[in-house]
């Protein structure tokens, strides 16, 4: 019995630091951009795409996964580049982009629900009444799935103001990362 609690925490431990390496790089590359209107309408990284470049075509046929897309396939909507794993997902999207495009400019839904423009984790990807979302951490996505369709029409209704207000990425407590939070949270709700 003993034996088998230290290997679950042992697993616990080595999944959890693999999640905070891959996250130390996907969520420092986030841009709040702001438009020529002056509107925090997208959150990109440093290459001009959304969702860090990562397949929205795919998260609708594959949704428990993410699929990272090729710069060769590469299409833009409303200001922002997507990327495609295939030529064929990149026809899918263009044959229909508000179908596949992600909401809220690509930042964090529970915030936006909640008046407010944060970063994301693309591992947090849902699809809700066929809008592709995203959350800033698993402490985020709960809060989320616990109301996802109240909470899809309280972020549809903050929207159209809330992107003229400066994104916060700074919302972090005194020792805490992006990394650690949302290691932490992920242990937590798992």
């Known amino acids: 019995m003993r034996k088998l609690y230290f290997q679950k925490y042992k697993m616990k431990k080595v999944l959890i630091s ?3 390496i891959g996250l130390a790089v996907t969520t420092k590359a986030q841009i709040p951009t702001k438009s020529a209107d002056g509107m925090y309408n997208l959150n990109l990284d440093s290459s001009g795409c959304i969702l860090q470049g ?3 075509v795919a998260m ?3 949704p428990e996964k993410t699929i990272k897309g090729n710069q060769q396939f590469e299409s833009t909507y409303d200001g922002a580049k997507y990327w495609f794993a295939s ?3 990149k026809a899918t999207f263009d044959s229909n982009p508000a179908k596949y495009k992600v909401y809220y400019g690509g930042y964090c839904s529970i915030a936006v ?3 407010n423009l944060r970063p994301t984790l693309v591992w947090t990807h849902e699809i809700v009444d066929g809008k592709l979302v995203v959350n800033h951490n698993a402490k985020a996505k709960a809060l989320w799935d616990r109301n996802p369709e109240k909470n899809l029409k309280k972020a549809e209704k903050k929207w159209p103001e809330l992107n003229k207000k400066e994104a916060k990425y700074d919302i972090l407590k ?4 992006q990394e650690s939070l949302a290691a ?3 242990g937590e709700n798992k």
């Open 184 to 186: 932490t949270s992920y």
């Open 18 to 20: 693999l999640l905070t």
């Open 54 to 56: 990562y397949d929205v």
């Open 113 to 115: 629900s909640e008046g």
């Open 174 to 177: 005194k020792r805490e990362t």
């Open 60 to 62: 609708f046929i594959m």
């Open 87 to 89: 030529v064929e997902n």
